[in-house]
């Protein structure tokens, strides 16, 4: 077990509603990366928050957004649902110090299915 | 250039076999290369990783092999066991966002 826990396990969703899945990183961490995952697939990255900020975001559109929390705590949101939104949703918890960005470990994920 | 390619797609291993999964990248500025282990409903767990000033990193009965000027790598399972049967994922990182590999599902019979 990583210490990094997600919630909720599973979660439904109509097309064009909004979604905020959450995640607490594991102790001493200071960053937290969330990603896609659709069936079959290797993770596809979303964004990363280091510090309260987005430190790096990839090929999303804006209605995925997110936010780190003082307590290094992460919420993901998604905005519009669409059927392709479907996928586990994963959040990793990492340390960044001195320029250098060190293992990043895996929550158990929350499977969202929008009908 | 941000591609990962893994294969094979999957693989059948006998218990006690070898299991040998290969990856390749583009972008040379990777600079960590690690690989995850993921069971069905769980999330990705770190096995192993390495970075590119050594060529061959080994941990229990994982070992990842790194060929540099071939910008390929791959992961060794030892004496393979029905308990490793899973999906692994490649992965290639030097800003902290991991590229994955597709993923490949290793089976191992008793």
């Known amino acids: 077990e990583t210490g990094v826990t997600q919630s909720p396990t599973h979660l439904i969703k109509t097309r064009g509603q909004q979604v905020t899945l959450r995640c607490s990183s594991q102790?001493?961490?200071?960053?937290v990366s969330w990603y896609q995952q659709a069936l079959g697939q290797g993770p596809q990255f979303i964004f990363q928050?280091?510090?309260?900020?987005?430190?790096g975001r990839g090929n999303f559109p804006p209605r995925f957004s997110g936010l780190q929390f003082p307590n290094y705590s992460s919420e993901l949101n998604v905005n519009a649902l669409e059927l392709d939104d479907s996928a586990l949703y994963l959040c990793a918890s990492s340390f960044i110090g001195l320029g250098t960005v060190y293992e990043q470990y895996f929550g158990p994920g929350t499977r969202l299915t929008v009908t | 250039q941000q591609q990962v390619k893994q294969s094979p797609q999957s693989l059948i291993v006998q218990k006690g076999g070898i299991s040998i999964i290969n990856c390749a990248y583009e972008n040379t500025a990777f600079d960590y290369f690690p690989w995850y282990q993921q069971f069905p409903g769980k999330g990705p767990a770190l096995l192993i990783a390495i970075r590119p000033d050594v060529s061959e990193k080994k941990e229990g009965r994982f070992t990842i092999s790194f060929n540099k000027s071939a910008k390929q790598f791959s992961l060794h399972i030892m004496d393979s066991q029905p308990g490793d049967s899973a999906t692994y994922f490649c992965?290639?990182?030097?800003?902290?966002?991991?590229?994955f590999g597709q993923g490949t599902t290793l089976q191992v019979k008793p």
């Open positions: 928050y280091y510090r309260e900020e987005e430190n």
């Open positions: 102790s001493g961490h200071n960053t």
């Open positions: 992965a290639a990182d030097n800003t902290g966002k991991l590229i």
